[in-house]
C-alpha cells in the first residue's frame, strides 16, 4: 500500500482534514501539500532501501508509541510527535537541511507558507510512520532479525531472495513508492538527500 493510501486511511478517513484542522490549513491545500509530501517520503525510504540501507529504512519503522499517531491526528500536532516526525523525516533524508529543503519546495510548489509546511511536514510524517508500524508491528520485525540479522530479516519481510546476491527489496520498495510514477519530487529527493 502506498503511503498516499495510508495516509487517507488514517483516523478513519477523516485524519489529513483533522490534521489540517489543527494547523489552521485549508483542507484542499492539505492535501495538495500531502501529494507532494507523501510521495518524497516514500520515495526517500526507497532510494535508502535501494542503496542498501534497508536497516535505515526499517529502523526508522520500529517503535510502537508512533501507531498511535495514524489514529489520532491530534496526537500527531503535539510537539513530542512532530520531534518524532522530524527525527522519522531525518533518518530518511539524510539531515534537517534536507527536511527544510523539501518544505522550501513544497511550499513554493502550493503556494503555501514555508513555516506553516515546516510544521506539517513532520506531523504528517508522524502520522505516515504511525501507520507504517501498524503495517509491521515491532514484533515482527524483532521475530525477523532474531535469526539472521539484517539479511535474514529483510530475506524473511521480502519472502527470500529471488536469485540476486543480495535480498530481494521488491516488496519493500513497492510498500514505500507512494505512486511509482517517477514524479518530480525524485529531482526535488536528489537536490536535498544526503
Known amino acids: 500500500m502506498s503511503i498516499m493510501k495510508l495516509l487517507e486511511q488514517a483516523g478513519g478517513g477523516q485524519g489529513l ?56 491526528p491530534a496526537a500527531a500536532a503535539q510537539p513530542e510527535a512532530m520531534a518524532q516526525g522530524q527525527s522519522f523525516l531525518e533518518s530518511l533524508l539524510g539531515d534537517s537541511a534536507a527536511t527544510e529543503g523539501l518544505a522550501a519546495a513544497a511550499s513554493e510548489s502550493a503556494g503555501v507558507d514555508q513555516g506553516l509546511v515546516a510544521q506539517f511536514l513532520p506531523a504528517l510524517a508522524a502520522m505516515a510512520q504511525g501507520g507504517l508500524q501498524k503495517q509491521m508491528p515491532d514484533s515482527q520485525i ?13 530475506s524473511g ?37 544526503k
Open 17 to 72: 482534514a483533522q490534521l489540517a484542522g489543527q494547523f489552521g490549513l485549508d483542507e484542499a491545500k492539505a492535501q495538495q501539500l500531502t501529494q507532494m509530501l507523501a510521495p518524497a517520503i516514500g520515495q526517500a525510504a526507497k532510494k535508502r532501501a535501494e542503496q542498501g540501507q534497508a536497516d535505515t529504512v526499517l529502523g526508522a519503522m520500529k517503535g510502537e508509541a508512533q501507531a498511535g499517531y495514524f489514529d489520532n
Open 142 to 154: 524483532d521475530q525477523m532479525t532474531g535469526g539472521g540479522g539484517l539479511m535474514g530479516m529483510v
Open 157 to 193: 519481510l521480502l519472502g527470500g531472495n529471488k536469485g540476486g546476491s543480495g535480498p530481494d527489496l521488491s516488496m519493500l520498495t513497492n510498500m514505500l513508492d507512494a505512486d511509482g510514477d517517477g514524479s518530480a519530487m525524485d529531482d526535488i529527493l536528489g537536490k536535498f538527500m
